[in-house]
Protein backbone atom coordinates (compact mmCIF):
# COMPACT_ATOMS: atom_id res chain seq x y z
CA UNK A 1 0.00 0.00 0.00
CA UNK A 2 1.18 3.12 -0.63
CA UNK A 3 1.86 5.38 2.18
CA UNK A 4 1.27 9.16 2.35
CA UNK A 5 3.48 12.01 4.98
CA UNK A 6 2.47 15.36 5.76
CA UNK A 7 5.24 17.60 6.89
CA UNK A 8 4.22 19.34 9.60
CA UNK A 9 0.64 18.21 11.23
CA UNK A 10 0.44 21.90 11.83
CA UNK A 11 1.24 25.15 11.21
CA UNK A 12 0.38 28.69 12.56
CA UNK A 13 0.80 31.54 9.98
CA UNK A 14 0.87 35.13 10.36
CA UNK A 15 -1.49 36.67 7.70
CA UNK A 16 0.09 37.65 4.79
CA UNK A 17 3.13 35.20 5.03
CA UNK A 18 3.83 32.54 3.10
CA UNK A 19 3.15 28.86 4.29
CA UNK A 20 4.47 25.34 2.95
CA UNK A 21 3.02 22.46 3.54
CA UNK A 22 5.23 18.61 1.94
CA UNK A 23 3.83 15.40 1.04
CA UNK A 24 5.95 12.28 0.80
CA UNK A 25 4.73 9.06 -0.57
CA UNK A 26 6.42 5.82 0.08
CA UNK A 27 6.34 5.11 -3.71
CA UNK A 28 6.38 6.90 -7.36
CA UNK A 29 2.97 8.43 -8.04
CA UNK A 30 3.84 8.47 -11.80
CA UNK A 31 1.83 6.21 -14.02
CA UNK A 32 3.00 5.35 -17.44
CA UNK A 33 0.07 7.69 -18.82
CA UNK A 34 2.22 10.29 -18.02
CA UNK A 35 0.04 11.84 -15.21
CA UNK A 36 1.07 12.01 -11.37
CA UNK A 37 -1.70 11.32 -9.09
CA UNK A 38 -1.74 13.35 -6.05
CA UNK A 39 -3.95 15.63 -5.09
CA UNK A 40 -4.79 18.34 -2.15
CA UNK A 41 -7.94 19.15 -0.70
CA UNK A 42 -8.91 21.54 2.00
CA UNK A 43 -11.37 21.02 4.51
CA UNK A 44 -12.42 24.29 6.14
CA UNK A 45 -13.76 23.53 9.95
CA UNK A 46 -17.63 22.22 10.03
CA UNK A 47 -17.28 21.49 5.95
CA UNK A 48 -16.15 18.38 3.62
CA UNK A 49 -12.98 18.94 2.15
CA UNK A 50 -12.91 20.89 -1.16
CA UNK A 51 -10.38 20.12 -4.41
CA UNK A 52 -7.62 22.51 -4.27
CA UNK A 53 -4.90 20.98 -6.64
CA UNK A 54 -5.44 18.12 -8.86
CA UNK A 55 -2.13 15.66 -10.97
CA UNK A 56 0.26 18.17 -8.68
CA UNK A 57 -0.46 21.50 -10.00
CA UNK A 58 -3.84 21.70 -11.53
CA UNK A 59 -5.50 24.76 -9.72
CA UNK A 60 -8.99 23.47 -9.66
CA UNK A 61 -11.34 26.36 -10.96
CA UNK A 62 -12.03 28.95 -8.36
CA UNK A 63 -9.14 28.28 -6.39
CA UNK A 64 -6.89 31.17 -5.82
CA UNK A 65 -3.65 31.50 -7.34
CA UNK A 66 -2.07 32.64 -3.94
CA UNK A 67 -2.02 28.24 -4.08
CA UNK A 68 0.38 26.13 -6.02
CA UNK A 69 1.86 22.81 -5.97
CA UNK A 70 5.19 21.90 -7.11
CA UNK A 71 7.06 18.39 -7.27
CA UNK A 72 7.70 14.89 -8.80
CA UNK A 73 7.62 11.22 -8.18
CA UNK A 74 7.18 11.29 -4.16
CA UNK A 75 8.13 14.80 -3.01
CA UNK A 76 5.09 17.06 -3.53
CA UNK A 77 4.48 20.67 -1.82
CA UNK A 78 1.61 22.95 -1.43
CA UNK A 79 2.39 26.33 -1.08
CA UNK A 80 0.26 28.91 -0.22
CA UNK A 81 2.13 32.33 -0.89
CA UNK A 82 0.43 34.89 1.04
CA UNK A 83 -2.14 33.28 3.86
CA UNK A 84 -5.20 34.71 4.75
CA UNK A 85 -8.06 34.39 7.02
CA UNK A 86 -10.10 32.38 5.05
CA UNK A 87 -7.48 29.72 4.29
CA UNK A 88 -7.37 27.88 7.61
CA UNK A 89 -8.39 24.47 8.03
CA UNK A 90 -6.82 21.20 7.33
CA UNK A 91 -5.03 20.54 4.43
CA UNK A 92 -4.87 16.96 2.94
CA UNK A 93 -2.79 15.08 0.00
CA UNK A 94 -4.04 12.27 -1.42
CA UNK A 95 -2.90 9.47 -3.96
CA UNK A 96 -4.96 7.76 -6.69
CA UNK A 97 -2.39 5.90 -8.03
CA UNK A 98 -2.99 2.68 -6.60
CA UNK A 99 -6.64 2.44 -4.72
CA UNK A 100 -6.66 5.81 -2.82
CA UNK A 101 -4.72 6.97 0.60
CA UNK A 102 -4.52 10.49 2.42
CA UNK A 103 -1.96 11.92 4.21
CA UNK A 104 -2.58 12.69 8.02
CA UNK A 105 -3.61 16.39 7.25
CA UNK A 106 -1.73 19.60 8.35
CA UNK A 107 -4.11 22.07 10.62
CA UNK A 108 -3.54 25.48 9.18
CA UNK A 109 -3.86 27.97 11.61
CA UNK A 110 -3.26 32.07 11.79
CA UNK A 111 -1.21 33.68 14.75
CA UNK B 1 -25.16 22.90 -9.99
CA UNK B 2 -23.56 19.05 -8.83
CA UNK B 3 -25.17 18.17 -5.51
CA UNK B 4 -23.74 15.15 -3.81
CA UNK B 5 -26.72 14.07 -1.08
CA UNK B 6 -25.93 10.89 1.60
CA UNK B 7 -28.19 9.06 3.39
CA UNK B 8 -29.00 6.58 5.65
CA UNK B 9 -26.87 6.79 8.37
CA UNK B 10 -27.34 6.47 12.01
CA UNK B 11 -26.89 4.68 15.17
CA UNK B 12 -26.84 0.90 15.03
CA UNK B 13 -25.79 -1.65 17.57
CA UNK B 14 -22.06 -3.15 16.91
CA UNK B 15 -22.82 -6.45 14.14
CA UNK B 16 -25.43 -4.85 12.69
CA UNK B 17 -25.86 -3.41 8.92
CA UNK B 18 -26.73 -0.28 7.14
CA UNK B 19 -26.76 0.53 4.09
CA UNK B 20 -26.10 4.69 2.69
CA UNK B 21 -27.25 5.88 -0.59
CA UNK B 22 -25.68 8.91 -2.45
CA UNK B 23 -27.97 10.68 -4.63
CA UNK B 24 -25.76 12.67 -7.64
CA UNK B 25 -27.39 15.27 -10.05
CA UNK B 26 -26.01 17.91 -11.77
CA UNK B 27 -23.30 15.69 -13.91
CA UNK B 28 -23.28 12.46 -16.16
CA UNK B 29 -23.01 9.73 -13.00
CA UNK B 30 -22.41 7.47 -15.12
CA UNK B 31 -19.32 9.04 -16.84
CA UNK B 32 -17.38 8.69 -13.56
CA UNK B 33 -16.02 6.35 -10.88
CA UNK B 34 -17.37 6.72 -7.21
CA UNK B 35 -16.10 6.89 -3.70
CA UNK B 36 -16.75 6.31 0.06
CA UNK B 37 -14.54 8.38 2.38
CA UNK B 38 -15.17 8.69 5.90
CA UNK B 39 -14.20 10.54 8.75
CA UNK B 40 -14.24 9.21 12.42
CA UNK B 41 -14.52 11.80 15.15
CA UNK B 42 -11.58 14.92 15.36
CA UNK B 43 -9.46 12.49 12.97
CA UNK B 44 -8.85 12.56 9.36
CA UNK B 45 -9.98 11.33 6.34
CA UNK B 46 -9.58 7.58 5.33
CA UNK B 47 -10.65 6.20 2.14
CA UNK B 48 -13.21 3.29 2.16
CA UNK B 49 -14.07 2.37 -1.65
CA UNK B 50 -14.26 3.21 -5.18
CA UNK B 51 -16.30 1.57 -8.03
CA UNK B 52 -15.71 2.07 -11.43
CA UNK B 53 -18.16 4.66 -13.42
CA UNK B 54 -19.76 1.17 -15.30
CA UNK B 55 -19.82 -0.86 -11.98
CA UNK B 56 -17.74 -3.54 -12.95
CA UNK B 57 -15.08 -2.78 -10.90
CA UNK B 58 -14.61 -2.51 -6.75
CA UNK B 59 -11.99 -1.49 -4.66
CA UNK B 60 -11.83 -1.77 -0.87
CA UNK B 61 -9.94 -0.15 1.59
CA UNK B 62 -8.01 -3.48 4.30
CA UNK B 63 -10.45 -1.86 7.17
CA UNK B 64 -13.73 -2.79 5.25
CA UNK B 65 -13.15 -5.41 2.82
CA UNK B 66 -15.73 -8.52 3.71
CA UNK B 67 -17.68 -6.28 5.22
CA UNK B 68 -18.56 -3.27 3.13
CA UNK B 69 -19.95 -3.56 -0.52
CA UNK B 70 -20.34 -0.41 -2.97
CA UNK B 71 -22.25 -0.91 -5.45
CA UNK B 72 -24.28 1.85 -8.21
CA UNK B 73 -27.19 2.17 -9.97
CA UNK B 74 -26.29 4.46 -12.81
CA UNK B 75 -30.17 4.66 -13.65
CA UNK B 76 -30.82 6.77 -10.72
CA UNK B 77 -27.51 8.28 -10.46
CA UNK B 78 -27.11 6.59 -7.03
CA UNK B 79 -24.01 5.51 -5.46
CA UNK B 80 -24.38 2.89 -2.10
CA UNK B 81 -22.29 1.56 0.31
CA UNK B 82 -23.84 -1.52 1.85
CA UNK B 83 -22.15 -2.09 5.42
CA UNK B 84 -22.32 -5.70 7.34
CA UNK B 85 -21.21 -6.81 10.42
CA UNK B 86 -20.27 -2.82 11.97
CA UNK B 87 -18.36 -2.07 14.11
CA UNK B 88 -17.13 0.99 16.48
CA UNK B 89 -14.56 1.70 14.62
CA UNK B 90 -16.95 2.48 11.63
CA UNK B 91 -17.93 5.01 14.06
CA UNK B 92 -17.35 8.20 11.05
CA UNK B 93 -18.97 10.75 9.21
CA UNK B 94 -19.52 9.00 5.38
CA UNK B 95 -19.05 11.20 2.53
CA UNK B 96 -19.40 9.83 -1.04
CA UNK B 97 -17.04 12.03 -4.12
CA UNK B 98 -17.30 12.17 -7.27
CA UNK B 99 -13.70 10.17 -8.50
CA UNK B 100 -12.03 9.32 -12.00
CA UNK B 101 -13.77 10.42 -14.97
CA UNK B 102 -14.10 8.21 -18.25
CA UNK B 103 -13.11 11.36 -20.32
CA UNK B 104 -10.74 14.13 -19.79
CA UNK B 105 -12.65 16.36 -16.93
CA UNK B 106 -11.80 17.37 -13.10
CA UNK B 107 -12.01 14.02 -10.80
CA UNK B 108 -12.66 14.53 -7.00
CA UNK B 109 -14.10 17.87 -7.41
CA UNK B 110 -17.12 17.64 -5.83
CA UNK B 111 -17.98 15.86 -2.26
CA UNK B 112 -21.23 15.07 -0.77
CA UNK B 113 -22.07 16.48 2.94
CA UNK B 114 -21.54 13.24 4.48
CA UNK B 115 -23.84 11.30 6.82
CA UNK B 116 -23.31 10.41 10.20
CA UNK B 117 -22.98 6.44 11.38
CA UNK B 118 -22.76 5.91 15.10
CA UNK B 119 -21.87 2.31 15.68
CA UNK B 120 -22.55 1.68 19.71
CA UNK B 121 -24.12 -0.53 22.20
Known amino acids: DIVMTQTPLSLSVTPGQPASISCKSS???????????LYWFLQKPGQSPQLLMYEVSNRFSGVPDRFSGSGSGTDFTLKISRVEAEDVGVYYCMQSLQFRTFGQGTKVEIK | EVQLLESGGGLVQPGESLRLSCAASGFTFSSYAMSWVRQAPGRGLEWVST????????YYADSVKGRFTISRDNSKSTLYLHMNGLRAEDTAVYHC??????????????WGQGTLVTVSS
Open chain 2, 51 to 58: ISSSGGDT
Open chain 1, 27 to 37: QSLLHSDGKTY
Open chain 2, 97 to 110: AKDEPVVTATPWDY
